[in-house]
């Protein structure tokens, strides 16, 4: 069998990395590209013995039987399957039954291939990280070696901590090393590897999620869904009508719901239908069952609740339709790719997102959460290093950047592959003067503790003479010569500052006190400023701050600090702190 040329290259550069380096790495191939028959490659040309690790038996059978096509059979260590072979020059687990048979893998292995790897958890006691200990104290030269099409956590960002590319991942909890080999989707739809997505949002009707207040880890309770959903009766019937509609010269439908009460008002309306429903309490045996009949087309519609997103492999599905709100963008591409993979009679995929969760399925890969619906990827070069770091941003009608929300550089640079110093936004330590990032808690130049914005306000407002102003608007204006900045609250109330500008020392203190913390796009290089006039024609270029100290001074209220994306709780409590 002739592997793809992207496929080929997929393996080489991971054997000349291992050939010079033993440090984890990574893989990333897009749903559909092929990841089995990678995997089995690596496993042919491996000198020593390979052990290959999923999470769900399917992928434990469609990994063995890809290794058994290129090289020699496979064993499968699988309770799900059962079967439980150890021994062979290639073995095929699933975590949790290798896991927790860690005895019967003493034998020596040269390198271990994790499939759906965005899963592994860095945890030292989760089911991974307990066997790979086990794996590397019996070899300390142990090769591992991760595969995924989305790598990314929600709530870590990315799984690696370097990117061959020339960019940081994640420096605070990385579960690998370095990226190795990435490929976008639009080569395999483009070069006709992939079916082609037509991706649209909710037409007739969608849920209003946004109306719900996440939790701290972005995610939103069952609870919050259901209550929402129970007065949603209208949109989820309308929902339902559309689906059925557009449903009607479709070969394969997967409906993906957001709770198993959601699941099952969406199969009530889908009742004389033919339509399946699977949830995580869906027995083994049924579970397999339903797929089967959904496979061979004796079933049309399939409703699920998170649980068809890896592992599952139905090629004629030409109709995914997205019922359920995510802030992960890993979980999106995961849904969306169940109807990528090429069929006959199969032209394209629709995909409709009746959640708005607004992802672009070609450019997610930010390593952060979303910040809302609006934002989209933007480029934003560093006036230090010039890397070209990508972040969540707003763009005008004419795609040029009007905000961004880098906090900094993501380039590698130097011998030593440092992460570039650059912060777009930072939080200066009151004690050296030293740039942080705004949630760090201790100052990475001195070490001294920076004060938490709540416990610093609430120090400084039991002192008199101190108010706090939350800021709602602010307008910029040019008069007598001067730049006045105009900050208005929730009550009308003002709080004014001025700039002048006459000279190059005035206008290099503009920048300190105002243009930098002020501005939407850190690191864009702004039109000439030399007088009042050029900021206020920027005015859109400049945020205001949520909140600001002040203090009573000789002629009025001083400012003493300003806090931009604060979130804490005085943003919202109604009290009086001027004295």
Not at 36 to 57: D, N, P
Not at 415 to 442: K, L
Request: hydrophobic share 35%; charged share 20%.
């Amino acid at each position: 069998m002739q592997l793809r040329d992207y496929q080929q290259q997929a393996v080489d550069a991971a054997i000349t990395h291992f050939r010079h380096s033993s440090d984890s790495a990574v893989l990333v191939l897009p749903t559909g590209a092929g990841k089995s028959l990678v995997i089995a490659e690596l496993a042919r040309v491996a000198r020593g013995r390979v052990l290959v690790l999923t999470h769900v038996k399917e992928l434990v059978a469609q990994n063995a039987e890809k290794v058994g096509l290129l090289t020699e059979q496979a064993g499968i260590y699988s309770a799900g399957l059962g079967q439980k072979q150890s021994q062979e020059k290639t073995v095929v687990a699933s975590i949790q039954s290798a896991a927790r048979a860690q005895a019967q893998f003493q034998q020596p292995f040269s390198l271990v291939i994790i499939d759906e790897c965005h899963r592994v958890s860095g945890e030292s006691n989760s089911q991974y990280q307990q066997l790979l200990s086990h794996l590397q104290s019996i070899n300390p030269k142990l090769k591992i070696l991760g595969l995924t099409a989305t790598p990314y956590r929600l709530g870590i960002g990315w799984i690696y901590r370097h990117h061959y590319h020339g960019r940081v991942g994640n420096t605070e909890k990385p579960v690998f090393e370095k990226c190795i080999f990435e490929l976008p989707l639009r080569p395999l739809i483009k070069n006709g590897y992939l079916t082609e997505p037509k991706v649209l949002d909710g037409l007739a009707a969608q849920y209003d999620f946004d109306l719900l207040t996440k939790d701290s880890h972005g995610q939103l309770t069952d609870t919050q869904i259901n209550n929402l959903l129970s007065h949603s009766g209208r949109a989820t019937k309308a929902i339902v009508t559309q689906i059925r509609q557009l449903a009607a010269h479709r070969l394969g439908v997967i409906i993906f719901a957001a709770t198993v009460r959601h699941a099952r008002e969406v199969m009530t309306l889908l009742e004389d239908e033919s339509v399946a429903l699977i949830t995580a309490d869906t027995p083994n045996d049924e579970r397999d069952r339903l797929i089967t009949a959904f496979k061979s087309r004796e079933i049309k519609f399939l409703v699920n609740v998170a649980v068809l997103t890896t592992g599952f492999d139905a090629p004629h599905v030409d109709f995914i339709a997205i019922l359920r709100p995510t802030e992960s963008v890993s979980l999106y591409q995961q849904m969306v790719g169940r109807g990528l993979r090429l069929a006959p009679n199969k032209t394209e995929c629709l995909v409709i997102d009746y959640a708005a969760n607004g992802f672009d399925l070609y450019y997610p890969e930010i390593g952060q959460p979303k910040p809302d619906s609006k934002s989209v990827p933007v480029q934003v070069h560093c006036p230090q290093c010039n890397f070209a770091n990508i972040f969540w941003g707003l763009t005008d009608d004419d795609g040029d950047i009007i905000e961004h929300f880098g906090r900094r550089c993501q380039g590698l640079v130097g011998g030593d592959n440092s992460q570039c110093s650059y912060r777009f936004r930072a939080r200066i330590c009151p004690d050296c003067g030293a740039e942080n990032d705004i949630a760090a808690r201790i100052c990475q130049q001195c070490d001294s503790t920076l004060v938490d914005p709540d416990t610093r306000l609430q120090q400084v407002l039991k002192k008199q003479h101190h108010h706090l102003f939350r800021c709602q608007d602010m307008l910029l204006s040019a008069n007598n010569g001067m730049l006045q900045v105009t900050y208005l609250d929730i009550e009308g109330n003002q709080q004014i500052q001025k700039f002048r500008m006459e000279t190059q020392a005035q206008i290099r203190a503009l920048y300190a006190v105002f243009i930098h913390s002020h501005s939407r796009t850190p690191g864009l290089k702004l039109p000439a400023i030399k007088q009042p006039e050029d900021v206020v024609a920027l005015a859109d270029r400049f945020r205001h701050p949520d909140l600001m100290l002040l203090k009573k001074g000789k002629k009025g209220w001083d400012i003493i600090q300003q806090y931009f994306d604060y979130q804490g709780r005085y943003q919202t409590e109604n009290r009086e702190y001027a004295s």
